[in-house]
């Protein structure tokens, strides 16, 4: 069964297919053709992989960051970011990786910040006289971190691969989100003054109040997200509900920019990405199964483990597979492969599942731009214009800058692990 399986998802990925098509059909053949099992546990397995109660916040999530990104908060968002650290040096730079942690805070989907954010930026930022090759960099790196920054996607289907607490995870994803961030900010500032280029005039506080006030809706979706969960109101799938309620209100009667013709727009572009990610949540449960009575899974973490004896060395090989994997696919098929063949052997060495949540996920963020098959220096590509390798010079100071953020995440478990902690 398992020759079989293998042989399948090399062909399918091989053929570039899609991952859930691979993983289904992979899972389908083994199961025909490699043992006697009943065809019925196919259908009993795609149906119980999703069945959960926790995966019902996957459409509120999906359907509210849609709104949001429809309903006008991202330029609000940004006009605040500028008027709060535009004038530092790289303020207009830093002020795009500030909005893109905001926007990744609502959003959750790092392709989404990046055309949300870059459209708007990235005109402004070739008529201040940026650097095209830093402009492709910055706009490639800025998205990622919404996969790490809550309410994000792929942190939900690894809790519910794992049964990790999805909020305690949410918690340690802001920390993990911000060093990263701070990296990206820090590179900006010393590029910016190397070169000499410029920012904008200090805002008033005048100037500063108006532009809070006008993002303020969209600054308190967070708050409500969040706080929603640690005030104990709600569970994470009732605040991901009660977020698409307040985008809907915020889109439509308080900035007005949301249609209804919009709307029903924006209903069907999120069930359609909700059904993609449920149907690889699916096949992957298919394919988990499959290892799990194969006793693969117990066989390549004994094989792991007879040459691992340590948290150290086991979070280095496991940062270096997630990075080679978020270049190729999308974070949370990645999740769904390797999460069950790593978990159990990362808690037998110590390491927290919260932790490990961030980890993985935050190497998952870098692979997202990591040349030379990122996806976002694709997305980016398709504002920019540019040629892909023409782009990679800007894009490896940043990854240089992430990597080192990387190492803060995976060995200060303790500073990750500071909110969730004390929240309790």
């Given amino acids: 069964m398992v020759p079989i399986l293998l042989v399948c998802l090399l062909v399918l990925f091989i053929s570039s297919a899609p991952i859930m098509v691979a993983l289904g059909l992979s899972g389908f053949?083994?199961?025909?053709?490699?043992?006697?099992?009943?065809?019925?546990?196919?259908?009993?397995?795609?149906?119980?992989?999703?069945?959960?109660?926790?995966?019902?916040?996957?459409?509120?999530?999906?359907?509210?960051?849609?709104?949001?990104?429809?309903?006008?908060?991202?330029?609000?968002?940004?006009?605040?970011?500028?008027?709060?650290?535009?004038?530092?040096?790289?303020?207009?730079?830093?002020?795009?990786?500030?909005?893109?942690?905001?926007?990744?805070?609502?959003?959750g989907s790092s392709p989404a910040t990046i055309i949300a954010i870059g459209k708007l930026m990235y005109p402004e930022l070739q008529e201040r006289k940026y650097p095209k090759k830093f402009i492709a960099g910055l706009l490639a790196s800025s998205g990622s971190v919404a996969l790490v920054i809550p309410p994000s996607v792929t942190i939900i289907v690894f809790c519910v691969t794992t049964g990790v607490s999805v909020g305690k995870c949410f918690m340690a994803g802001i920390t993990a989100g911000i060093i990263l961030g701070i990296s990206s900010l820090v590179y900006i500032y010393f590029f910016a003054k190397k070169h000499n280029l410029p920012r904008d005039k200090k805002a008033t506080g005048k100037e500063l109040f108006i532009a809070t006030k006008r993002a303020a809706a969209a600054l308190m979706v967070p708050v409500i997200i969040l706080?929603?969960?640690?005030?104990?109101?709600?569970?994470?799938?009732?605040?991901?509900?009660?977020?698409?309620?307040?985008?809907?209100?915020?889109?439509?009667?308080?900035?007005?920019?949301?249609?209804l013709k919009r709307l029903w727009q924006v209903a069907v572009e999120s069930a359609i990405s909700c059904a993609q990610v449920l149907v690889l949540i699916s096949a992957a449960t298919v394919l988990a199964w499959i290892l799990t009575v194969s006793q693969v899974s117990t066989m390549v973490t004994n094989t792991l483990l007879a040459g691992v004896t340590s948290k150290f060395t086991?979070?280095?090989?496991?940062?270096?597979?997630?990075?080679?994997?978020?270049?190729?696919?999308?974070?949370?098929?990645?999740?769904?492969?390797?999460?069950?063949?790593?978990?159990?052997?990362?808690?037998?060495?110590?390491?927290?599942?919260v932790h490990m949540c961030i980890v993985m996920i935050s190497n998952l963020a870098l692979g997202m731009y990591t040349p030379p098959f990122g996806m976002n220096l694709f997305v980016t590509n398709s504002i920019t214009k540019m040629d892909m390798m023409d782009m990679l010079p800007g894009v490896w100071p940043f990854l240089v800058a992430n990597l080192i953020s990387m190492l803060i995440i995976t060995y200060c478990p303790d500073l990750i692990m500071l909110l969730p902690n004390l929240v309790g």
């Fill in 227 to 259: 706080g929603g969960i640690y005030s104990g109101l709600c569970t994470p799938t009732e605040s991901a509900a009660v977020s698409a309620v307040y985008a809907l209100l915020i889109g439509m009667f308080v900035y007005k920019e949301l249609t």
């Fill in 29 to 107: 053949f083994s199961l025909i053709f490699g043992s006697d099992v009943d065809a019925m546990i196919i259908v009993q397995r795609l149906i119980g992989g999703i069945d959960s109660f926790a995966l019902m916040a996957l459409p509120f999530f999906i359907f509210a960051a849609n709104l949001m990104d429809s309903g006008g908060l991202s330029k609000r968002l940004l006009d605040w970011a500028r008027a709060l650290i535009g004038h530092v040096c790289g303020g207009i730079a830093a002020s795009t990786q500030l909005a893109s942690m905001f926007f990744g805070a609502l959003s």
């Fill in 314 to 353: 086991f979070l280095l090989i496991l940062n270096l597979i997630l990075l080679v994997m978020g270049m190729f696919m999308d974070g949370s098929a990645a999740i769904l492969i390797i999460a069950p063949l790593v978990f159990n052997m990362g808690v037998s060495l110590g390491v927290d599942g």
